[in-house]
C-alpha cells in the first residue's frame, strides 16, 4: 500500500515498482473483506505474543502451513519473540481500511510488476489482478505455490522474479535514452 501510494505521489522518483502481495483497495467491504478484517481483529484481542503468533498465521497460507509445519512454528516463534507492538498492529489495520488508491492507479507511469501468490487466502485471487488492470502496461506474475507472504513462502522464486522484472525495466530505459540521445 506504501508504495502503490508513493509511485501516485511522486511518480519522477521510481525508475520501476514492484507491488506484492496488495491490492488497490484494503480490506473490501464485501462478504470475504469483512471475514478477514474480522479475523486480524480477533487475534488482537489476544495476548501480545499469541496475538503475533495469530497474524503470522493468518498470513501464512493453510497449505504452507500444512506442508512446512516445522517450518510455520519456527516463524511463528520469531514472530512472538520481538513481537510488534500492539498499537503498531491497529495502525496496519486502520491504514489497510483506509487504503483506496483505485481511482488514481491510472496515474501510475513506471513500470510495474505486480506479484501475487495463488494460494494467497488473505487477499483472494481478483486483488492483484484489478490492481494489475487499473495501471497502464502492468505486468501480472502469480508465484505458484505461495499465499500472501511471497518471501517466506517462495523466497527464491520470488527474488528471481523481482531481479529479472529490475533488469528488464533498466535494460529497455537504457536502450530508450539511447534512442532518445
Known amino acids: 500500500m506504501v508504495a ?15 507491488l506484492a502481495s496488495t491490492a488497490a483497495r ?8 469483512l471475514r478477514r478484517a474480522s479475523g486480524f481483529a480477533r487475534c488482537l484481542a489476544r495476548e501480545r505474543c499469541e496475538a503475533e503468533r495469530c497474524v503470522v498465521l493468518r498470513v501464512l497460507s493453510h497449505e504452507f502451513r500444512a506442508e512446512h509445519p516445522v517450518e510455520t512454528a519456527r516463524i511463528a516463534g520469531l514472530a512472538a519473540q520481538i513481537p510488534t507492538p500492539r498499537l503498531t498492529l491497529v495502525a496496519h489495520a486502520i491504514a489497510a481500511l483506509r487504503h483506496d488508491a483505485r481511482a488514481q492507479l491510472g496515474t501510475i507511469r513506471a513500470p510495474t510488476l505486480v ?5 494467497d487466502h488473505l487477499l483472494g485471487p481478483g486483488a492483484g489482478l484489478a490492481l494489475a488492470r487499473g495501471i497502464a502496461g502492468a505486468k501480472r506474475t502469480i508465484i505458484a505455490g505461495s499465499g500472501h507472504d511471497l ?4 523466497p527464491g522464486e520470488t527474488a528471481t522474479r523481482v531481479l529479472a522484472f529490475v533488469r528488464e525495466s533498466r535494460e529497455a530505459a537504457l536502450l530508450l535514452q539511447s534512442h532518445i540521445g
Not at 484494503?26 to 473483506?33: H, L, N, P, W
Open 4 to 18: 502503490t501510494r508513493f509511485a501516485i505521489d511522486s511518480p519522477s522518483r521510481l525508475a520501476s515498482l514492484v
Open 26 to 33: 484494503g480490506f473490501a467491504f464485501e462478504r470475504a473483506g
Open 115 to 119: 506479484l501475487a501468490g495463488d494460494r
Open 151 to 154: 518471501t517466506l513462502e517462495r
